[in-house]
């Protein structure tokens, strides 16, 4: 939001008709040069003869008074307001088990990979619901927890980014990706805790069983969306192996057993979701997170960024080309 | 004073051309015949005045393009809760053994030192993690996790920062970094070094920090006495707690704050101390921050900038050097008296008008600064003894509070008023409007009804009565409700207890795969 912090500099713009007014009544006189040659008619007022001179002697007037009204704006110094919420109170935390496979790499959701779908439903979730906590872990035949469950928006979203396909090898250790957000949320002191799954696989690896692990979520009371990604039949696949630099492409035939997904759901009495488009996703997500997210107390903090150095800079650089014109091409004494 | 932007001040010197041209055109001038011109000389001095005056609103006009600084104040600012970044300094000195206690490393020390105070803490209170060598790092972000925060100190070391050096200032400004901008929460950095700088400007960045209002704790680690260590690319070098260097950079950064009578803001504890656990303690946690999530009003120290004044005397000069280059001379003392009488304005008003510069900023919703600006008021009428301005400082004041949703600061400001006659109403409807807020909608009833006593015509009182009253059978149920949501005290059975030490085996071992060596000249110490 733009605002004048000291509007009431303005009032300084009425010196402009008070110049001219006085310059009409004669109190403001340029020195007239008194010239002994009668014939040059000394005493009257000065004015060039020469149309462009005529020209240039305007132009140099309309800078100097363009110089004049930007150093007013400049003191009544323009602002651009941001105004940012504060949070006073705890919202609520929510961890992210995020399957980086290589088969996340199929490009079946909207044109878009697996991946990015979920990487980018992730990002627009964080920033509608800032204020609250967000953890990410990353889930292929390893698992690791990449971020704990923090408000440093900027740091989750950076990590995020970075995390790429293949990072943590080939497979699907579900069961292990549960629970290691489990173990991270065990001790929080939030109201609601959450953990969204986002896979589009079987558990192939890890050694802690899927339905261990939603055992564990209803026993931590912990709420848990299970989301399911992708299309089923043959879906065009490419990425480069994030530990090898090796680029892989061609066809995946994509038949995943969603039941399996969703009976975790079920033993955690969570929310399942078989997501086969972009949109489908968000609006899930959406309802998910409405139902589980804190209503947070704040105030709004109004971070100040003052402008006035740009309308600073274009008046000195008006009253430069004032003074060159007058003092150079027009010669002017004063 | 400071400058943000010294660069444009180099403007300045286009002075210099300029006085260049006016000695060429003084010097044109003497060419003609003196017959030439009638008072010459009063041109010519009329030229050196309108030159002078053009040079001054030259130069602050580049001033203020420099974005000066200087001077500074404090800004009241609402916090709840606390906040900790532990700053670990994992340069290769920090392997050395050489604490007083145990003959322990001083980096292994410090882990254990701060692995001690993270116990005592509060379960809410977030902490960050963040690492320095040559660099600072983020390593684990602010969160209540401490499982987390335990694991990874369990295996810091020089191998997570590949960046040779020591350089405890990027460490601090990336600690300061830690603390999200939208949490509203005091903040404390809890550093520990021995001190070792081999880049950096570590006072500035104390400097810099302590003026975003954040607390430093630092925990010298080490012994005094030099001792020849193994340098990260195998080099000998000698170190030590340089404890002096550091103490004067603390004091310098201190001294800024003593003179704008703000309290010191860098505290620094010697680690070896018998007494160093406790007193780091009493540091991290004040008293006043014990409660859970109590909202305080901490200060911010700003500095003032003052292209305001540099543009002023800009226009000033402008108009000075126009004055005395076109005005007649009869018309200038008559300018002059007036700018007198308009300078030599009375400040006997100036707490009704920082009441009335706090009531604008409250209309345009900059509520801290209102709250600085009311908190100034009252101040100053407390030293003119005025009883009426003091309460409507007071009252402007704990509104900006109700309006900011510091229910409890408010309340508290409420009951401290003195009443006056036209306050009564305001302060009784306020009171009611807090009480509410609270869930005390018996009381907030009895305020209303105060109200409707003074003033029985006020239909928004009696709106506010009708629904408080509503509410009275409805709350104690509510009450129960709340109760019990929030405890869960989890009972884990031997798998889960299993699985958990499992996964914090992983988490480890990922955080030993991501320790790197460095490669460079540079010295790594």
Redesign the interface.
Known sequence: MFEFQNPISFLLLLLIPIFFILNHLGVLKKINVALTLGDCNGNSSFSFQSNSLKILSLISRLFGLLAFVLLVVSLANPCRMRRQKIFTSRGSDFIFVLDCSPSMAAKDIDNKTRFQAAKEVIENLSFRLQGNSFGLVAMAEEVALLVPPTTDATYFLKRLGMLEIGELGDGSAIGLGLSSAVYHLTNSTAKQRCVILITDGENNAGSVSPITAAEMVKENSLHLAVIGVGTKGAVPIEYIDATTGKMYSGYLESDFDERKLSVLAQISDGKFLFAQNLNSLEEFLKTFTDQTAENQTYHIKTDVEPLYEKYLFLSMLFIVCNIFIRRIVLKDLL | MIFD?PVFGL?IF?IIP?FL?LIK?LKGLNVLPK????NSSR?KK??IT?FFFNALA?IC??I??T?PYFGQKQVSV?K?GMALSVLLDISHSMETKDFPVNNHSRLYASTEFAKTILKKLP??V?I?VVIVKGEGQ?A??????????ENFLKIASPQLISTPGSNPAGGILRAAE?F?????MSSTILFFTDAEELSGDLYNALLTTVKSGIKIIIVGMGDKNEKEIVTGDGGKAMSALREDALLEKIERVNNINRRSNIQPQVFYVNGGDSSALSRVFNLVLPQREIHD?A?ILDTEIQSI?R??LF??L??IF??LG?LF????PD?LGKISLITVIFLSCSSENHNRIQILSGILDYK??????ATAEFLKGEELADLQENSVLKSVSGFNLATTYLV???NDVAADKFDTIETTDFLNFPLEFNKGIVAHRKGDNISAARHFKNALKIDPSNVDAKINLEIVQSKIPMASSENQQQET??S?S?E??P??EG??S???E??GK?WQSQQKTSASNSPDY
């Open positions: 932007k403007l286009l300029a041209m055109r017959s030439f011109f009638k041109i009329r030229i309108s030259w006009l580049c203020a393009l974005s609402q709840t379960e809410n977030p960050s983020i684990v972000p602010l969160t209540e996790d401490r499982r987390a925060v830690s999200p901008h939208s949490i509203g999530n909202t900038p292209f305001r543009l002023f800009a226009l402008f108009i126009m280059c076109q005005i007649l018309f345009t919703q900059n509520y801290n600064e900011l949703n510091e949501q929030v869960e989890s884990t059975s798998m889960t699985i958990f499992l996964i914090k992983a988490d990922r």
